[in-house]
């Protein structure tokens, strides 16, 4: 008796997992002749019923805060390490724990002026380690609420201070903190040196309440490093041979090193799989997208006959959707001067407009570049949004806006801190730069403008295209090369790791004979 031949075919779903067990024949290549058994296992989707968050951001949460909690003690390790092996502290740990008694605060602001034993220099080092500031990452801090309050403190504390201590003020934070401890001037509740968060209901001048978030102060990475400068300057000039640039060195790595943001692969281009998906936020992208859309946009006059936009028609609504946002259907139509009973092909009740260049609405702001925007050339408005998506420091980030685009530092901090579309497109920047063209060229839609453009139908991308048929599938990361993450590339990697993981939801199909 021939053994049964069968195929099972499996549907991966976020909350279901569909299956179906079909009959094989004997011919070769084999046909499907019956099902044996299908269907279909429901489960949750793994997220909190109430709000919609996954079940796992408690776990999460508390892995994120063991891992702060670990990686404090391993830097505080490594400082006094290294600060015993430089000779500041002494090697014996009941030697060093006796100059916890000394007060941190008092130390930072003496060694401004005098001289400190290296256990003192030490003890004031390590008491920064602990507490060594904010350092902002600007792709993450948008997200958080009190953003605004913190950055309003850390600015409001470093206006009051001066390198070089002009008007009384403070040359460093550790001598801005020892005053506020020491001043019996202050009431108590402002001799503090801890960040707190307050949250306060005032009521505005049209009577209505919104709620004030503040912090008394907060510190950031940047004064912390001045500060370690300031004290190395000064008490190098007293003791040249202890306080040396190895030394300094290695105890400013310790004390300022923060691991960077592991970076987020996008996912390969639809039509050059070998390069990535450009991000949203580009001009460039959102261009293509306003031509796509647009270019397969029809008028449907009465007996719903469909009806083209000719190439003025398209370039005149194209035009008006690069400066806005969006435009309504009616003011659409009356921007083209369609009267009558007409409608769109994308008109209905849950879609009244189209959306247009989002990042040029934003960028285009008096706030940011505002009309100076649109006499950027288009690809020197890619370069710009591209340093705004991918540079992570706010400062560098900055500089370059004032150095390449001319603008001032209100207005360069304003186009730092703009809230632009997130997440990629399905295409590179390479494959847009060959489309795009075809799409502006005439009122044609994607698919011929790919082909116009030098490139196979998108519909033969897939291998199914080629009705090959296996008795063994590869791993999936081979076929389904565009929908997985970047490999290794590696022959002597395992296929997973040298092809690529998943970075989408798949649907998998097994095939036993």
Known sequence: ???????????????????????????????????????????SDGRNPKDGSSLAVTRREARSMRRRRDRLLKRKARITKTLTDYGFFPADEAQRKAFVTLDPYALRAKGLDEALTPAEFARALFHINQRRGFKSNRKTDKKDNDSGALKQAILGLR????????????????????????????????????????????????????????????????????????????????????????????LRYCLLFQRPLKPVKPGRCTLMPDEERAPLALPSVQRFRIYQEVNNLRILREGLKEEVLTLQQRDVLVSALEANGKRSFTQIKRLLDIGGAVQFNF???????????????????????????????????????????????????????????????????????????????????????????????????????????????????????????????????????????????????????????????????????
């Open 1 to 43: 008796m021939a053994a049964l031949r069968y195929r099972l075919a499996l549907d991966l779903g976020s909350t279901s997992l569909g299956w179906a067990m079909i009959r094989l024949n004997h011919d070769n290549p084999p046909a499907p002749i019956a099902v044996i058994k299908a269907g279909v296992r429901i489960f």
């Open 159 to 250: 206006a009051q201070l001066d390198s070089l201590g002009k008007d009384g003020k403070a040359r460093t934070v550790g001598e801005l903190l020892n005053r506020r401890l020491t001043n019996t001037a202050l009431p108590a509740k402002q001799r503090t040196v801890r960040a707190r968060y307050r949250e306060q209901r005032i009521v505005k001048d049209d009577g209505k309440s919104k709620l004030d978030k503040s912090y008394d102060l907060y510190i950031d990475r940047a004064m912390i490093e001045a500060e370690f400068d300031a004290l190395w300057a000064k008490q190098s000039s007293f003791n040249p041979m202890l306080f040396n640039d190895t030394a300094r060195d290695d």
């Open 347 to 513: 008109e209905d009740p849950k879609r009244q407009e189209l959306k247009g260049n989002t990042t040029s609405a934003i960028l285009s702001k008096d706030d940011h570049f505002g009309k100076a925007w649109f006499a950027f050339d288009e690809s020197k408005q890619d370069a710009i949004v591209l340093q705004l998506v991918q540079e992570e420091n706010e400062a560098k980030l900055v500089r370059w806006l004032q150095e390449e685009t001319d603008v001032d530092e209100a207005h360069a901090e304003a186009i730092a801190n703009a809230g632009l579309p997130e997440g990629y497109g399905s295409l590179c920047s390479q494959t847009l730069a060959r489309i795009l063209p075809e799409l502006r060229r005439d009122v044609v839609t994607y698919d011929k403008a790919v082909l116009a453009a030098g490139f196979d139908h998108h519909s033969n991308i897939s291998p199914a295209a080629t009705g090959e048929i296996r008795p063994e599938l590869p791993y999936y990361g081979i076929p389904l090369q565009r929908h997985v993450g970047f490999g290794s590339g590696k022959p002597e990697d395992s296929d997973e790791k040298r092809y690529g993981k998943p970075q989408t939801k798949q649907r998998a199909t097994r095939r036993r004979e």
